[in-house]
């Protein structure tokens, strides 16, 4: 599975931004997927991630209420809608793809594929 990642961009605080992730290969829907960011000088982070089916998500709770994560199956696409960001929210966001099970699915071990990144960068 190869991840590509866009809709990184520069965007005042309380704006709003949408990353989209496109997969290509197979099986796209049997896989949890994720985003997670890293800021500079700062480990990687969870951020959301969505079950295969898109039913279930999960939230680190500093953007629970203002971001959204979603899929098509359909499309190879996740998505993550940003609002009211914060510029505590600039940071690389990477998308990533695994058969993780649920008591992993933070973890960024728990993924096998990754995508190449994308930068968001709030102003205050």
């Known amino acids: 599975v190869q991840l590509q990642a866009s809709g990184g961009g520069l965007v005042q605080s309380g704006g709003s931004l949408r990353l989209s992730c496109a997969a290509s290969?197979?099986?796209?829907?049997?896989?949890?997927m994720a985003w997670f960011r890293q800021a500079p000088g700062k480990e990687r982070e969870f951020v959301a991630a969505?079950?295969?089916?898109?039913?279930?998500?999960y939230y680190r709770d500093s953007v629970k209420g203002r971001f959204t994560i979603s899929r098509d199956n359909a499309k190879n696409t996740v998505y993550l809608q940003m609002n009211s960001l914060k510029p505590e929210d600039t940071a690389v966001y990477y998308c990533?793809?695994?058969?993780?099970?649920?008591?992993?699915?933070?973890?960024?071990?728990?993924?096998?594929?990754w995508g190449q990144g994308t930068l968001v960068t709030v102003s205050s």
């Open positions: 969505s079950r295969r089916g898109g039913t279930n998500t």
């Open positions: 290969g197979q099986d796209f829907s049997r896989y949890t």
């Open positions: 990533a793809a695994g058969t993780v099970i649920l008591s992993e699915i933070a973890t960024a071990a728990g993924y096998h594929y």
